[in-house]
Structure formats: structure tokens, C-alpha cells
């Protein structure tokens, strides 16, 4: 889900005579955050109902080993938020330039565990599962960390290279503005998705048979 909010505007106002041409109105500032809430914890769902509600889920790699059920799992909730801020150069007509020199994106991401409610009345299978999940939030949170001056830098080059925009005619330079931010959603969004792969593959490393085994080893007997 992607929201919007505006910052301020900074007009220059033209001389009288129009031209062709749009001033360059500085570099955009480009920043890249992580907006990490704790997880939540939910404890309603069974192993067969977790199995059965997330099969078809891409995160959860323990499905396609076959003949497991889920005892637990980590839903990342990954979204972003932009905000962008501009310079106007306007003709006194109410035709002119825009120019994007702020750009803040926000990677929100919170993450819900699911521990299966089978697990409760169990200590230590409750304890290697929340940490097996608690693994997974950790990894979340280091692909983030690692890939969000990535995008920064691409998004920086990206907007620099766009530079001022126009001129546009009189009404027409907020739509101008709404037009130039989703071109810049656009070019966000593979960037997006290339994190989302990342992550897959680094969790991959912790849903595996082997580590399954090994971890359902502790808690033999009881």
C-alpha cells in the first residue's frame, strides 16, 4: 500500500517575458527508512488450520517440503510509504516548472508470529518455535537494513536524473506533480520486489528439512 503525503512547496517566481525553458532548481535529498514495529503475536490457529491457511504462501518454504505442518510462521507485512516535495518556477500567467528535491520513502514493516496453539501446553516446543520465528523478524530486519542505502542511492540517481519538468500550462501544475511522483512509484517498485526476493532467499536458509529435524530434535520426549 503505497500513501501520499505532500510537504511544503517552494515557488520562484519568473520574470515577466516566459521561456522554454526550465531552471534547474537543485538536487532532490532522497531518504530511505526502516519503520519497524515489534512484532505481534497470534496464538489462535492450530497447526492443521495454520497448514491449511498458508499453504499457498511464497514465505513459508516449510510447505513445499511436504508431509509438515506449520507450527509456526511469520507473516513479514511489508509496505511503503512515499512523500515527496517540489520547487515551482511560475510565469505570472500560472504556467511553469516543477522539480522533485525531496524524496522520503518509509519501508513499514509489521510483522505478525504465528505460534501454533497446539504449542501452548508445550514449553519447549512453544520456546524453539518462537525463536525459529524470532530468526526470521531478525532477517527481515538485516535485508532491510542492507538494502535500504540501495535504494536510496538509485532513487537519488534516478530523480536527479529527471530534473525540472515543463513548462506546463496555467492549472496544470498539480497534476504535473501527481504525474512525476507515480513515475517515481514506478521506478521504486522493481526495487521492491528485488527486496521481497532477497528476503525469500535469506529465510530459505532457516525453512529447510534438515533444520526442521534438528530442531524438532530438542524437544523428543516431551
Known sequence: MIGFVPFTLATLLLPVAASSACPNMGRAQVQVSINAADPTYDTSMTQEELTTGFANNPDS???????????GLTLSNIQNAF????????WPDGSGCIQMTELSIDLVYT??????????HNQCRYTVTLAHEQRHVGTDLQVFNDYA?????????????????????PGQIQAAQDAL???????????????????RERQAVFDTQSN??????LCQGE
Open 61 to 71: 518454504t516449510l510447505t513445499t517440503e511436504g508431509g509438515w505442518h506449520l507450527a
Open 83 to 90: 512523500a515527496a516535495g517540489y520547487e515551482q518556477a511560475l
Open 111 to 120: 510483522p505478525v508470529i504465528y505460534i501454533a496453539a497446539d504449542h501452548m
Open 149 to 169: 542505502p540501495r535504494m536510496q542511492a538509485a532513487l537519488t540517481a534516478f530523480v536527479n536524473r529527471l530534473g525540472p519538468q515543463g513548462p506546463f500550462p
Open 181 to 199: 511522483l507515480a513515475q517515481v512509484e514506478a521506478a521504486a517498485e522493481p526495487m521492491m520486489e528485488q527486496l521481497i526476493e532477497t528476503r
Open 212 to 217: 526442521y529435524l534438528r530442531e524438532g530434535a
